[in-house]
């Protein structure tokens, strides 16, 4: 929970990142873990906690600045990194900026972000949402009640990769991501 807790904002600004609702940060963060990050690292090894759960008061603070925190408004970021407050359909979900450290040489050499949003899509069927960074190809990944599969990148091909409606959306995925499982032996 320590990991999820950090934030940088929280530190330079003095604003103290505690959950407003306790009960429910933890019930969104323990389905983060066991849904999303808990099936990505048996499978690829440890992964890094970039940025998780912001307080409404942290997040206000980093969309303040948008230069320098990259934060969307508050009700953006309901049920996504400010896991203690249900988005405006009453649903709970939970978000964390995370690197798969394994992933992170084959990435450096290919540029191929895609092998392992595809691997995901495929093994890990209650992401609620990713979008890839270029630094250290990071990704947002959350859970969510409602989960409505999408992935989009920053990165180039940036944009959408898919969500529902779109014809590579369904399917088995796998040739995009055998090469990437055997170079990394997993």
């Known amino acids: 929970m ?3 807790l950090h934030s940088e904002i929280s530190q330079i600004e003095g604003v103290p990142n505690v959950p407003d609702n306790p009960d429910v940060a933890i019930k969104a963060g323990t389905a983060l873990c066991e849904k999303v990050l808990e099936p990505i690292q048996q499978k690829f090894g440890r992964i890094s906690i970039r940025s998780a759960y912001r307080s409404s008061a942290v997040n206000a603070r980093g969309a303040e600045n948008k230069n320098q925190y990259n934060c969307s408004r508050n ?3 309901f049920a996504g990194h400010i896991w203690d407050i249900p988005d405006k359909d009453g649903h709970v979900g939970a978000m964390a900026c995370i690197v798969v450290n394994s992933f992170l040489p084959y990435f450096e050499r290919t540029k191929n972000w895609e092998s392992l949003a595809w691997w995901i899509h495929d093994n890990v069927p209650e992401y ?3 979008y890839f ?3 250290l190809c990071a990704f947002n990944i959350g859970w969510h009640q409602k989960t409505v599969k999408s992935i989009s990148s920053y990165i180039p091909p940036k944009g959408c990769l898919t969500k529902p409606g779109m014809t590579n959306y369904a399917g088995d995925h796998s040739t995009e991501y055998a090469a990437m499982l055997r170079e990394l032996g997993v």
């Open 2 to 4: 320590r990991d999820f």
């Open 75 to 77: 009700e953006s970021n």
């Open 128 to 130: 609620a949402s990713m």
């Open 133 to 135: 960074f270029p630094k």
